[in-house]
């Protein structure tokens, strides 16, 4: 309550009026809440760590190999194959450190590594990769029926048709040979995709029991064909496409294989010329 005297006006002692005019003038303080100011000060500690910890990650840097190039499984690594980069460090990445450069100069890629991705240690191994008791033979196969699906370390089997001499011995008629692909030419994929004519062909390193050396090196011409992993071997030769007419010569070499097979080969070829020269 206030009351007027002459032409001022006067607060009733204990009104509202009065308590507000004795207060001081200037800044007034809302009441203090502890428990606001503390959690408000939990939420910037919280902010500043969570800063903090991004920036020291994104400056925790480790030096790692990268590959130059793209190496194929069963290919030796060069010094020239490699190159340091600097990384973010991540623990779950079980890449190769810069120091550890001249242990991995020599050995051998495991599985294809893609040129600028980075050496992880699983994908090399010290020795080659051909197995003991085994021999890598290479391979020369028609462009033409080179398999859908063929890359390193796919197991496959040859239609290999004996050499004039050894054909003396042991009669003319293909073989089939078991064998692993332990490597192949990089730019495959490009060659299989172009039109290099009928008398073009490839050379593929083939991984095969020592008793199938001379067989396979003499040979007068070799058909590939990609089994599956838990394939059982073929017993004959019409199980994967090829037969034989009265001469014993190969004729259509894989063109009857059944489309979507693991076997079937890039495009239908013609039949076989294995007894041209």
Known sequence: MARASGSVVEAVPG????VLAARPAGLRMRPQR??????????VVAAVVAILAVFT??????????????????????????????????????????????????????VRMYEGSLLVADSVQAGPLVTPGRVSSAVTVPLGLIPVGLRE???????????????ELIGEAPRLV???????PPNLAQLVGTDAGPRASVSLSVEIAPADVELVGSAKAVTIHVLGPDDPFPTSLSEV??????????QDVASTVPSGSAMAP????PPSTTGAG
């Open 57 to 110: 990650k994104a400056t925790d840097r480790s030096q790692v190999l990268v590959l130059t190039r793209t190496v194929l499984a069963g290919e030796q690594i060069e010094d020239g194959d490699l190159r340091v980069v600097a990384i973010s460090s991540d623990d779950e990445l079980s890449t190769v450190s810069a120091e550890q450069r001249q242990s991995v100069v020599g050995q051998y890629a495991k």
């Open 15 to 18: 009104s509202p009026t009065a």
């Open 34 to 43: 502890p428990a606001r100011a503390f959690f408000a000060a939990l939420l």
């Open 266 to 269: 890039v495009e239908s070829a």
């Open 178 to 184: 078991e064998g692993t692909v332990s490597a192949i």
């Open 241 to 250: 496409g090829v037969f034989t007419d009265v001469t014993g010569e190969a």
């Open 153 to 167: 370390q796919s197991r496959v089997a040859l239609v290999v048709t004996p050499g004039d001499e050894l054909a």
